[in-house]
């Protein structure tokens, strides 16, 4: 079976290959697997205790201001040496 290799460079400038078998995602759905509605503001919380301490830990993006409308949010989880270990999307 094909598979896609996609490239990207991890937290500590790790070079990470990835690969998905082919037919398993499209290119739009590994393009805009993370992508953001349109936003005015975006609010950050950080890693209190543990693994990636003193990291960002939620990105909160939001239409309306401060008090708006949550249109998308990230989850940062970090391993035990505090390198990005997975990114989460939420609506």
């Keep these: 079976m094909p598979v896609t ?9 790790a070079s990470t290959t990835t690969n998905l078998d082919a037919g398993t995602y499209s290119v739009t759905q590994i393009a805009d697997g993370l ?4 936003y005015d503001y975006i609010a950050l919380t950080y890693v ?28 940062l989880g970090y391993d035990a040496s505090n390198r990005l270990s997975t990114v ?3 609506a």
């Design 5 to 13: 290799t996609i490239d990207y460079t991890a937290a500590a400038g």
């Design 35 to 38: 992508s953001i509605p349109k």
């Design 48 to 75: 209190a205790a543990g693994n990636g301490v003193g990291e960002i830990q939620t990105v909160t993006y939001k239409t309306g201001g401060a008090s708006g409308i949550t249109v998308g949010a990230l989850t």
């Design 88 to 90: 989460t999307r939420t």
